[in-house]
């Protein structure tokens, strides 16, 4: 049980372009879902909180326009990384946890996506 | 604010020698505990979490780990290591009624023959 399914595990893509990354929860409901940021050989870096039908919460310095996250049902998150630069290229995971009888769950990952900017 | 230590940046192994992974964190109140594990290019899968209750806690693939109030302390243990446990190690903290978790900087396990 507790599958986090993050979609694409890759990208390859332009300097410009804006990409979506999927987080859904296939088993159980997701009422908060969270997005990390990883580089390379350093631990997870939160970069927002949402719950189910809000806006999402951002960690300090992280751009809100430039990362884009829509929670709109118990099951689905997306990341969207707007105008996307090399600097953005990053390991990004998307967690979810959904809320339990001791008031927090333990998070579960997705596999992760890899985005590279060229 | 709470904070997670994770002394040790890596840590090499003999396969079937024993492991353990050090975690002291900082916190005001009683925490809730977590160690995940992460493969190269994955995302990171829960080992085993604290909440309450006995501090020596039981999960997956034969870790455990004790709970040490006095200490801030919470390490990862498994008696015998195979060489499908290299890997990187992280331990986390988090605050009652809330989600949100503080990882440590992870500890890279190496397995040797």
């Known amino acids: 049980g507790a599958v986090v399914s993050q979609h694409p595990s890759r990208v390859i893509c332009k300097s410009g372009t804006s990409v979506k990354i999927e987080c859904r929860s296939l088993?159980?409901?997701?009422?908060?879902m969270f997005w990390y940021r990883q580089f390379p050989k350093q631990s997870l870096m939160l970069m927002a909180t949402?719950?189910?039908?809000?806006?999402?919460?951002?960690e300090q310095g992280v751009e809100k326009d430039k990362f884009l996250i829509n929670h709109a049902s118990l099951t689905l998150s997306t990341l969207t990384v707007t105008s996307a630069h090399p600097e953005d290229s990053s390991f990004y995971i998307c967690?979810?946890?959904?809320?339990?009888?001791?008031?927090?769950?333990?998070?579960?990952f997705g596999d992760g996506t890899r985005l590279s900017i060229l | 604010a709470q904070s997670v230590t994770q002394p040790d940046i890596h840590i090499t192994v003999s396969e079937g020698a024993s492991l353990e992974l050090r975690c002291n964190y900082s916190?005001?109140?009683?925490?809730?505990l977590f160690w995940y594990v992460q493969s190269p290019g994955q995302g990171l899968q829960l080992l085993l979490k604290?909440?309450?209750?006995?501090?020596l806690v039981q999960g997956i693939k034969g870790f455990e780990a004790e709970f040490k109030r006095s200490q801030s302390s919470f390490n990862l243990r498994k008696p015998s290591v195979h060489w499908s446990d290299a890997a990187e190690y992280f331990c986390?903290?988090?605050?009652?009624?809330?989600?949100?978790?503080?990882f440590g900087k992870g500890t890279m396990l190496l397995v040797s023959p």
């Open positions: 604290y909440f309450s209750g006995d501090t």
């Open positions: 088993d159980f409901q997701a009422t908060t």
């Open positions: 949402s719950n189910e039908g809000s806006k999402a919460t951002y």
């Open positions: 986390a903290v988090g605050a009652r009624g809330y989600s949100t978790l503080t």
């Open positions: 916190y005001g109140a009683t925490p809730y």
């Open positions: 967690s979810a946890s959904e809320q339990g009888a001791e008031g927090n769950q333990p998070q579960h």
